[in-house]
């Protein structure tokens, strides 16, 4: 089994890099995605292969296109052409419901709790689509203990990082096999950013298969197996985060370089 991921930008080179896949079982398949706004192609020939319990940080400027990729690989968005395959099941024409009821979740950008709820209910509405598996209320509550004092609270009165924790056990609440985080410390104030950091550790520990939108490198590259830079809708540099530099990284986010990037070359 390989895995390996790669972007036809524009008349670029197709960069498809493959290696082992040290968890032997792939979860996600993508090949040649395609996504739009209108006329505009946010999402550009994507594909990558994504293996049990592997965590990849998807990095990337404003409107590279990580929040539409992340959309079509939830079915929130329609992809224009291409393919999702999750466990080997052809996905790509079905809708979000269908997908969590399968195993992908998305931890949308800005929350979007229920307000009026508090967080148990907050929770107990996820659990509506949820698999059976280990994820309760209760181990939900355990495994972000900064929520148990707060349950019977309303979401609106909790901070942003008590809300941005409801969000992601929310999530874990569907007992998904792959979680797609999107910019969960976006808008948080640094202490509420280590917190959320804190419990995403106890869900990378449970080994689930996630991709993480993350602005700040240096916490994409520690949380992460994988990194993967988006540019203009395209995969232009992927690799492990042990033997990425910040500089690479940096360099493909700008566009720099981007030929030497692109073919895999150090
Ligand atoms: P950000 O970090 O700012 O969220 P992103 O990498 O997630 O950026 P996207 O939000 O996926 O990027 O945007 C990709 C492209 O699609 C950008 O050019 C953006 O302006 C455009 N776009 C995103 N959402 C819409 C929309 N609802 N309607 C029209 N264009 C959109």
Redesign the pocket.
Known sequence: MTEGMGSSAGEGPRATLARGNPRGVTVLSVDGLEAR??L?P?VRGVSLVLGEGEKLALV?A???????LLRTLAGAHRAAAGTVRFDGVDVTALPAHRRVGLGIVLVP?GRRLFPDMTVVENLLVAGRHRRPGPWTVDTVLDAFPLLRPLRHRRAATLSGGEQQATAIGRALMTNPRLVLLD?VSLGLAPLAVDTVYESLARLIASGTTAIIVEQDLSRAMRIADRVVC?LEGAIVLEGSAAELTRERVTAAYFGLAGDQVRSGTP
């Open positions: 706004h209108g505009l946010a990337g404003n409107g590279a296109g990580k929040t539409t950008e910019e988006m």
